[in-house]
């Protein structure tokens, strides 16, 4: 069992950044891949990064590559995710999610635990 708690969302201006970060409860953080998604008002929950076990690897679809970057300590439990260049079309709440399988990480439907979300809002 795994309970992810985010943090780190509020309002930005377009073209600013901000920093989410994704705390994780349990011994065993280093098993998962971790992902972030999002889910903005009408829309499917869609993928915008996931990572690796070891922190070595990173996915991110076009939408969001060269603007977020994620990373991990598994350490600390923690994965954060990194937003620079944002803009309007980026509102949305942010989850992170945490899965045991690392095939297709962009696939929601393979992540065991999700958190709670925690809302980002780009004004223009």
């Known amino acids: 069992q795994v309970q992810l708690v985010e943090s780190g969302g509020g309002l930005v201006q377009a073209g600013g950044s901000l920093r989410l970060s994704c705390a994780a409860s349990g011994r065993t953080f280093s098993s998962y891949v971790m992902g972030w998604f999002r889910q903005a008002p009408g829309k499917e929950r869609e993928f915008v990064g996931a990572?690796?076990?070891?922190?070595?690897?990173?996915y991110y679809p076009h939408s969001v590559k060269g603007r977020f970057t994620i990373s991990r300590d598994n350490a600390k439990n923690t994965v954060t995710l990194q937003m620079n260049s944002l803009t309007p079309e980026d509102t949305a709440v942010y989850y992170c999610?945490?899965?045991?399988?690392?095939?297709?990480?962009?696939?929601?439907?393979?992540?065991?635990?999700w958190g709670q979300g925690t809302q980002v809002t780009v004004s223009s």
């Open positions: 990572i690796s076990r070891s922190g070595g690897v990173a």
């Open positions: 999610a945490a899965s045991y399988s690392d095939y297709e990480p962009q696939r929601r439907d393979l992540y065991d635990y």
